[in-house]
């Protein structure tokens, strides 16, 4: 048994409905009443956390297949998500987690020793069992991002309104080629705040520029990050 397998017996696996990240009546200016909307929200194994002290284990290599198409921009009011065609597959755990959306915060909810990002974006995925697998990366100010300025282009202004492209989009480029990761256990990050979701951190940070971060900060209006959350024993391996 390899070092990974090992820490994956102490997963907390369950079986998640991806309507777990449905609307609600919740907000970002008072989290820590999240809890009275749903219990999980004050558990032990929450998201996001700040990744620093690591145990290197036998990671296996990440793979994606992401054959799929963004089709539509929905403004959530608490996010902006992209919604996308079927097809997109992450191999992880020798099985099967579909692409369901993709959605991004400002700043970063998880934090890379320490350091907090402009911008963060979570994949979500799930397997057949409905377990989720939810891969973040992050964006540090730089040059402009080709395919968040394709994305910007369709951006929803109003809560509520989705916008269907009429010329979908590959999403495989926004990946990068160094797909090296740390992976933690831990929880969705907004209401219910349920557990066993498997995290992916990959560790090259992109780049967005300054103009592309303003402008969905400035449509949100107001930072859609949950506060850092207690480790409480768990290991984050790399």
Known sequence: MN????????????????????????????????????Q?????????????????????PLR????????????KGHTIQVDF????????????????QFHLHSPSENQIKGKSYPLEIHFVHANAR?????VGMMFKEGTDNAMLKRMWQNLPKKSGEKIKLTDAQPVEHMLPKDLSY????????????????????????QEASKQQIKQFADLMGHPNNRPLQPLNGRVIVE
């Open 182 to 205: 740390y992976r933690y256990s831990g929880s969705l990050t907004t209401p219910p705040c349920s557990e066993g979701v498997r995290w992916v951190i990959l560790k090259h940070i």
């Open 64 to 75: 994606f297949s992401y054959n799929s198409l963004i089709q539509s921009i929905e403004n």
């Open 130 to 134: 409905g377990e989720l697998a939810v």
């Open 3 to 38: 070092k990974w397998n090992g820490y994956n017996l102490i997963m907390l696996l369950g079986s998640l409905s991806f309507a777990a990240y449905a609307d609600g009546n919740w907000g970002y200016h008072q989290p820590e009443q999240w809890s009275k909307l749903n």
């Open 40 to 60: 999980a929200c004050n558990g032990a194994y929450q998201s996001p956390i700040n990744i620093d002290k690591t145990v290197k284990a036998q990671l296996q």
């Open 85 to 100: 065609s079927q097809g997109g597959i992450l191999h992880l755990d020798d099985d099967q987690f579909v692409l369901k």
